[in-house]
């Protein structure tokens, strides 16, 4: 080859690397036709070689065209029983929000292909038929694959992660703790919860400051899930304290791992060397801490108490997860009990507040559609906290929560892996074969929806049932379906409605231009769709029809001086050395605080020392 022929190709190069995704979907280069294509150009470069080539009469000429088209056409043919083939680089996915380009991809190759990235290689699936096949009809076949590997250090064997024999022992246990009595009661607690985060709102509003809803968000639902699980007040609204920031670096590290391709944390000295995962590791001891001493506070309460367990048990003083496991007689080792809990917390946690932050989003961006719930609120609520009773009543809310989980499924993508040969879509998928399934791409699927982009509530009717995975056949997987569908759906929806329908009555809001001059918050992901901006909104007090008992609440809650809370990037600089757990302003004697949190206090003590070494 010439040096002028490098040049040119090393410009060809370049100038694909300059391309985006789209311009390269567009000039075909992931469609053209890899089977077929070199034969293609054989033939073709014959054709042209030969101008009059239509009018020779060598038969030798002829016989070989004909032949190359024969083998061309078998080659097609053996081409089309294969899955197509996505194959880049990992510019390709690098950079962005997973989902995104396999949108793109999906568009470009279709329901079902290979993602070929380096040497891995995953099934893109955004067909609903083909959904339904892994998540119910031939689920057994299935495991959580890659997923399993990625949440290892935080989850273990909880029910997220745990294939087999673990998974069916531990969801027969859990799935009752959820009973109906159960989340009955958390709507109490939502609504409680909901109350403090008002008053939060209030004072912002009357400061006349715009509020970052996705912190809020994230802060009420750590809130909400601490007591629901394990009746621990984390009162993350009001405080950061050492226990809060443990869980938000482990949180993180989880999303950060499963985004990041190449698990350098696995090499063992790395583990250690590298700081954010010396860090993690650090926090993990102060959230196991802390768990091992619920656990122990809790098994100790069972003991003294004589309640009997029945069916639907319940203690009123502490209504959670931990006590009815406790109660129930369940003979675990501490290992498996914190892997549950911790579990429970994650899945509870980020993908309410991920599901509260972009219908809040969407509801801004829709003022009709914003003004339709407040009407609903105010008819139903009045100036009381939701009841249980209201949850069938403020429909319409509930299809705007159901349509913003079209939009933005909270994952948006699930992770299984092939434990056996599988024929899926007439494809035969061999054992290992890890997948993806699209829940974007399905919610977004144009075969499947009319306006797929489109923030329309009303496309689900009010006087229909609400939709689930049966009802839309697959095309529609918010919890997922199967054996392995969300055991928290009720009380995730519960807890969104209540949340909206609280902060509704008291306020209306939109987006702070300062911050969303073009009126879009981005988007990146990790085992949620987050912001890339965060969600600052203005909120404006709404007294329309305020009643007495609510304008009450509102002046005497924003009369107490409520601290405004730190952003979750803050919590870096929280001071924790000086050893008070509730160092924001709470005094910690809040029901459910931990008395001895010094446990976790020592802990943090050295994950400050160890964050000044780094700094130095
Ligand atoms: C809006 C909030 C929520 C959303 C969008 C959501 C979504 C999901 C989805 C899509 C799955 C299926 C994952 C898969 O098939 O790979 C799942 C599983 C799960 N979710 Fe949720 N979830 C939410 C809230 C909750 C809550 C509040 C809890 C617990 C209190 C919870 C506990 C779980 C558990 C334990 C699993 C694993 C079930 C199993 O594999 O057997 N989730 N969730």
Redesign the pocket.
């Known amino acids: 080859m010439s040096e002028n022929d490098d040049d040119n190709n090393n410009s060809k190069k370049k100038n694909k690397n300059d391309m985006t995704l789209e311009e390269r979907i567009a000039s075909g280069e992931f469609t053209k036709d890899a089977s077929t294509g070199p034969l293609r150009k054989v033939a073709d470069s014959i054709k042209s070689a030969l101008p009059g080539f239509k009018e020779t009469e060598s038969p030798i000429i002829k016989a070989l065209i004909l032949s190359l088209t024969k083998t061309q056409k078998k080659w097609k043919r053996e081409a089309d029983s294969q899955m197509p083939v996505a194959s880049g680089d990992i510019r390709e996915i690098a950079g962005q929000p997973v989902f995104v380009p396999l949108y793109k991809l999906f568009l470009a190759y279709g329901e079902q292909f290979v993602l070929a990235i380096g040497p891995k290689k995953f099934v893109v699936v955004s067909d609903n038929k083909v959904a339904k096949e892994i998540l119910l009809h031939q689920a057994k076949s299935f495991s ?1 694959g890659l997923l399993s590997e990625i949440l290892d250090f935080v989850m273990g064997q909880g ?2 992660p745990a294939n087999g024999e673990v ?1 069916k022992i531990r ?1 027969k246990i859990i799935v009752p703790a959820l009973h109906r009595k159960y989340v009955a009661s958390m709507v109490d607690m939502f609504g409680d919860c909901g109350l403090k985060g008002s008053a939060q709102l209030a004072r912002a509003e009357i400061d006349g400051t715009s509020v970052e809803m996705e912190n809020f968000y994230s802060r009420l639902a750590l809130d909400i899930i601490g007591k ?1 699980v394990f009746n621990y007040d984390f009162d993350s609204l009001k405080t950061d304290d050492p226990v809060i920031k443990a869980v938000y670096t482990v949180l993180r590290e989880a999303e950060y791992r499963s985004v990041t391709f190449i698990p350098y944390w696995k090499v063992p000295p790395l583990s250690y060397l590298v700081p954010r995962q010396r860090a993690c590791q650090e926090a993990l001891v102060v959230v196991n801490d802390t768990l091992n001493v619920l656990i122990e506070r809790c098994k100790k309460i069972v003991e003294e108490s004589d309640d009997e367990f029945v069916e639907e048990y319940m203690n009123k003083e502490d209504p959670s997860i931990l006590h009815f496991l406790i109660a129930s007689g369940d003979d675990v080792t501490s290992k498996q009990l914190r892997d549950d809990l911790m ?2 917390l994650i ?2 946690h980020e ?2 507040a991920a ?1 509260l932050t972009w219908t809040t989003f969407l509801l801004a961006k829709h003022p009709e559609v914003k003004e339709k719930v407040f009407e609903e609120v105010d008819r139903v609520c009045g100036d009381r906290l939701p009841t249980v009773a209201d949850m069938r009543e403020l429909k319409y809310t509930s299809r705007v929560i159901n349509e913003s ?1 079209r939009l933005y499924p ?2 948006p993508v ?2 299984r892996r092939a434990i056996e040969p599988v024929k899926l879509g007439g494809y035969d998928i061999a054992e290992g074969t890890d997948f993806f399934i699209s829940v974007w791409n399905l919610h977004r699927n144009p075969r499947l929806w009319d306006k797929p982009e489109e923030f329309i509530p009303e496309r689900f009717p009010v006087d229909g049932k609400a939709p689930d995975e049966y009802t839309e056949d697959f095309a529609y ?4 379906g199967g054996q ?5 759906d009720q ?2 929806i519960f807890e ?1 409605i209540v949340t909206l329908a609280m902060i509704m009555r008291r306020f209306d809001f939109e987006l702070d231009p300062k911050f969303h001059p073009d009126g879009e918050c981005g988007m990146t992901t990790g085992a949620t769709i987050h912001t890339t901006t965060g969600l600052h909104v203005k909120l404006k007090r709404r007294n329309k029809h305020g009643g007495e008992e609510m304008n009450g609440e509102y002046t005497a809650s924003t009369k107490e001086s409520l601290p405004v809370y730190k952003s979750l990037d803050e919590l870096d600089d929280i001071d924790v050395a000086s050893g008070d757990p509730h160092a924001g302003g709470s005094n910690g004697t809040q029901s459910g605080k931990l008395e001895d949190a010094a446990v976790s206090i020592s802990v943090a003590e050295q994950i400050v020392e160890a964050e000044k070494t780094r700094a130095r």
């Not at 997987?477 to 997922?480: D, I, S």
């Not at 392995?484 to 928290?488: A, Q």
């Open positions: 959580k029910l997220i998974w969801r629901a579990t429970l899945a509870g993908t309410t599901v989980m909270q994952p699930l992770i997987l918010p919890f997922g392995r569908k969300c055991i928290g009380f995730a969104s």
